[in-house]
């Protein structure tokens, strides 16, 4: 299981690039990012929630009300152009610190 | 017998309770709860379970509270700073102007003028750097 602070400050680029792939609501956010961490990354749910309404607010993403499936309301989230310059930035600092581990990790076996 | 619609009924009054706001957002916690239930539900648990489950993952409504206060609170500051910016960027002008006009008058630079002028300056300048860090913020 991932520390709590590291899952905190993935928070917005997970949720930027999920985005990119198109739009979608809090519930399927989570589940996708347990799926796709093997479970290791684990949102109290009710929290994604001020990071979505943050993130809304600092016009990095739109939200709609919409219906899901069986007619109920759901809230749609979608990428804004400066939230998807958001992660372009986010990548980049992402892949600068995967980079940096990489290095020092291949340092010490060698 | 343990009624569901009931329950989330109870669960969505005390959210209000705590001080969730707007409604909008309790609503939206809602479907999310909804949403796990079935889920849940259709792997075989117990409504009973299930929503014992789905809400211990929405979490505690006083720290949902305290989470979406501090967006409020962050909104409240940067509203606050481009305010008072935007009074400074005009406080400024406002001692320069009638300092520049006595200057015209008089024909001459005394110290109370040159006082003023350097003192509107430095409130205006002062005045439109917080107009840019209050907009800076809201990107942050």
């Given amino acids: ?110 | 017998m343990f009624d569901l619609e009931k329950t989330i009924t109870e669960w969505r009054r005390q959210m209000l309770a705590a001080g969730i706001r707007p409604p909008a957002l309790v609503e939206e916690l809602e479907g999310h709860l909804r949403e796990e239930i079935e889920q849940l539900i259709k792997t075989g648990m117990d409504a009973s379970l299930a929503f014992e489950i789905a809400t211990g993952h929405i979490g505690q409504p006083r720290l949902l509270k305290h989470e979406f206060k501090k967006i409020e609170r962050n909104s409240m500051k940067r509203v606050i700073i481009i305010a008072l910016g935007v009074f400074a960027s005009l406080t400024g002008p406002a001692l320069i102007l009638p300092a520049l006009a006595k200057h015209k008058n008089m024909g001459i630079w005394s110290y109370d003028i040159a006082w003023l002028i350097i003192l509107g300056a430095i409130i205006a300048l002062a005045g439109m750097g917080m107009v840019i860090l209050g907009f800076k913020k809201q990107k942050a």
């Avoid at chain 1, 919409?66 to 152009?81: A, I, V």
Wanted: hydrophobic content about 35%; charged content about 30%.
């Fill in chain 1, 1 to 110: 299981m991932l520390r709590k602070e590291l899952v905190a400050a993935a928070a917005e680029p997970l949720i930027l690039s999920l985005l990119a792939r198109g739009e979608s609501y809090g519930y399927a956010i989570i589940q996708d990012v347990k799926a796709r961490s093997g479970g290791k990354m684990n949102w109290t749910d009710g929290m994604l929630y001020p990071v979505l309404h943050r993130m809304e607010r600092r016009g990095l993403i739109k939200a709609r009300w919409g219906e899901s499936e069986t007619g109920r309301k759901r809230k749609y989230y979608s990428l804004k152009k400066e939230g998807k310059a958001a992660m372009e930035k986010h990548h980049e600092h992402w892949t600068l610190v995967h980079d940096v581990l990489s290095g020092l990790r291949k340092e010490h076996y060698v």
